[in-house]
Structures are given as C-alpha cells and as structure tokens.
C-alpha cells in the first residue's frame, strides 16, 4: 500500500506493508540510522523520535499508521550546519558518553522544551522517564537540558514579543 | 541489517465507527491497535516464540468521534482514544475526577503515556493496568458499539466482572461526577523502572461528618481482574471516621478475593494499602 508520510517535513511515499514499524522504515528503507535500535519492546527509549511534538517510540508504532502526522526524527533538528540547540547543548555540557542514547534523549528532550522551555527538575526527569542512559550520565544530561532550555525560552520570549 | 519485527499482517484503517464495528465483527483472527503500547509488543513476543500471531490489526486511529474528553454538569466523558497524557493534561479533571490524573501519572513512561489510550489500558485484557480500579471506584458506565450498531453501555464493574470481555467497540467512558467525594488512591510497583504495577487499589466515599456512606472499595492487579471488596465497603458504611479505623477494616476483608494469584507480600502490601487509604480519608 502507497503511503505517504511526513518526515522532517519532507513528505516520502513508500509502498508500505502493514507490519512494518515506523523504526524499520526510518533505518531501512530511508537509512535514517539517527534513530537507534536497542530494546525493540518499548523500554530503553533509544527510537524515540517525535510526532505532533509528542516523544514517541517507534518501535511499536506501526509505520502506516501514521500518515498525515508530523514526524520528527533526530536527521531533522539541525538547520544545516547549525545544530539544534538542545544537539549544541549536549555536546557543551559534556553530556555525550558512549552517545548511543543520546538521540533518543535529544528527541524526548525537544519534546519537553518546545512545550516547556523553563522545565523543574521534576519536570525534566519525567519527561525524560523513558530514556535509559547505560552510562548513567544523567546529571550532566540534565545540566544539558537547563542550558537548552534557556537558548529556547530566549527563542519563545523573541516570538512573543 | 534490516529488521523484521513483526509476522505479516494485513492493516485495515477504518474511518468511522460503525466501519471500525463491522469490520471487528466480520474478520477473523483480527486484533484492536489502539495505542499499540501492548499490541506490538505481544505481537513480537508472540514472533520470537514462533506463535502465530494475528492476521489482521484494525486501527481506530483514524476515528476522530472517538478521541477528546467532553464534560458536562453531571460527569465527564472520556472517549477511547484519548491517550493518558490527553487525559493527564485535561484542564477537565476536576472534584472526583482528579484521581484520574494521578493514575495517569503514574502510567509507565512520557513516550508511553504520549502513545497508550484510555481504551487501551480497559479493554487490553491485562490484569495490571492502572484505570480499571479507578473506573470502578468512581462508578463509570461503559459504552460499547458492535456491528448491528446499537450503543451498549455496562458498568465498569459489570465489564471487569466479565474479565474485561467485548466483541464490540469501546466507545467512551462516563464517569458521574461527584463533588462530595472523598478518595483515595494507591498503587505499588516492585522497583522504579519497572513501569507494571503489583497492586493498585481505589477507595471512594462520600462522608456526612465522620460517617462513611456510598463506599466503593475496588482492587486491581494481583487480583484476577478489578472487582469491588463488598465486604469491607459494607464494613466502611456502618462506620465512622476514627484513627483506627484502617487497622479495624483489615478485619473486613473479602478474604478470598486477595488470596487468588497473590503471594504473601502482596497480599500484605494490599494490607498495607487498605489501611494507608482508608486512614487518608479518615483524616
């Protein structure tokens, strides 16, 4: 079945069969590979990307299931050589171990401060709750989170002025 | 490498309900994706054993009447696929309603949350998720649609008493509103990252000073399904608030309903429970 779906806002149609999920899409038909592989049963956070600005997994999310919506994966925050500010402050912060999580947290984290720019601690750990780090960097990942945090609530503030 | 998750499977999308009830009436072998939060993961656990799994997936994505939460002077309606956080976000959650947006709290993780629907976590026919207790307690009616397309409606005890049984859509859920309500809610995971609840538990009542009156006590998860402690709501109402009444109401109990699939530390905890809610209350 041709499907259409948008992708970093660019749309893709793909002859998609029903059993194939969003993950498999993004890695092996259009060699997003940003989006990593871990866990494959929703527990390590590692394909999280975004859909309609929600943190999403898309390892149980059956790709043809999501024509029409807005998918964000990690291959779509930087404009051009300039990284998103949440990627600029990950790697500022030092948050980046051995980095195989750190798109899935970069996308949950976007998620966060699109909607949130100014998140609690509590605020943050909970929207981060589905991303595992096995290196068990999170306190300079929630460093990286208040620093982006500031560069977007500045980006919120011009916008409403 | 290219992956393959999931067996082969045919994908029917319908639009409209009464598309989505003949469809789940006609086909065979056909599964519910509402959230998909549990559906897929089955579904590949299922592949790896070499199980068969189902050949077709029905999507209610696509239908629109059955997303939203609406409210009126009487209750509030939560049709069923509003995803937890829709519902946790809901400026709608007010007097009785509130409890709901501690339950969807404590809803496994944020990208779960932001995927798993209301209908899903009713009707997926696991024993351990979160609404049912809740829904119970706070007395909702069930509203289903089947192929003939005649709406259904049963009580949420009704629908769990049937082990969460349905060959219809489940539509939405009304839940009564209840001003004079007082709550409260428990529930126990075994370790932080383990999102599955061991026990959760709901007690609701309405008092006139310090009597208990119109108490729903219902229980999830180490039980066989959420069902009502009759017992010890029958206790409740001929009480009054005291410091002690927790400690007198583990007298109470429906024995039988705390034995069934529960080892020893959880029935304790369930104990432990009964008596940290009531005395909340009590308070």
């Known amino acids: 079945m041709i499907v259409s779906l948008t992708i970093n806002g660019q749309k893709h149609d793909l002859d998609l069969k029903g059993h194939e999920t969003l993950l498999e899409v993004l890695r092996d038909r259009l060699s997003m590979t940003g989006t990593k592989t871990a866990c494959q049963e929703s527990e390590c956070g590692t394909c999280t990307v975004m859909i309609n600005g929600r943190a999403i997994l898309s390892c149980i999310t059956l790709a043809i299931n999501r024509q029409g919506d807005d998918i964000t994966t990690i291959e779509g925050l930087a404009k051009g050589d300039t990284l998103h500010p949440v990627q600029q402050a990950f790697l500022d912060c030092g948050a980046v171990q051995c980095g195989f999580c750190i798109p899935g947290l970069i996308m949950s984290t976007t998620a966060l401060l699109e909607k949130n720019p100014r998140p609690s601690q509590e605020e943050i750990e909970y929207a981060l709750d589905g991303n595992i780090c096995r290196c068990a960097g999170y306190p300079k990942i929630f460093d990286a989170v208040r620093a982006a945090g500031k560069v977007m609530s500045k980006v919120h503030e011009n916008k409403n002025q | ?283």
């Open chain 2, 1 to 283: 490498m290219v992956l393959m998750l999931l067996n082969t499977l045919t994908f029917h999308a319908p639009k409209t309900i009464p598309e989505a009830a003949r469809l789940f009436a006609d086909l065979k072998d056909v599964k519910i994706l509402a959230g998909g939060t549990f559906l897929l993961n089955s579904l590949k656990l299922l592949k790896t054993k070499g199980t068969k799994t189902a050949a077709h997936v029905l999507s209610l994505a696509g239908i629109q009447d059955l997303k939203g939460i609406t409210v009126d002077p009487k209750g509030l309606t939560i049709r069923s696929m509003t995803t937890i956080t829709d519902i946790f976000e809901s400026p709608h959650l007010k007097d009785n309603f509130q409890v709901l947006r501690t339950v969807c709290r404590n809803i496994s993780t944020t990208p779960i949350r932001n995927m798993a629907t209301f209908g899903g976590n009713l009707t997926c026919r696991y024993t351990w998720t979160e609404m049912p207790a809740v829904l119970i307690a706070l007395d909702a009616r069930m509203h289903f649609i089947g192929p003939d397309g005649i709406p259904q409606e049963t009580g949420a005890e009704d629908f769990f008493k049937n082990a969460a049984r349905t060959d219809k859509i489940f539509t939405h859920a009304y839940i009564p509103r209840d001003t004079g309500a007082s709550i409260a809610y428990r529930r126990v995971k075994k370790m932080s990252d383990v999102d599955v609840p061991l026990l959760s538990l709901c007690v609701k009542t309405n008092l006139k000073g310090k009597q208990w009156s119109n108490t729903r006590v219902s229980i999830n998860s180490t039980t066989v399904f959420a069902q009502r402690d009759i017992l010890l709501e029958e206790f409740l109402d001929r009480s009054q608030s005291h410091p002690k009444l927790g400690e007198e109401a583990l007298k109470h109990l429906t024995v039988s309903i705390y034995d069934t699939r529960s080892s020893e530390y959880k029935q304790h905890m369930f104990r432990v429970c009964i008596k940290t809610a009531i005395e909340e209350i009590s308070r």
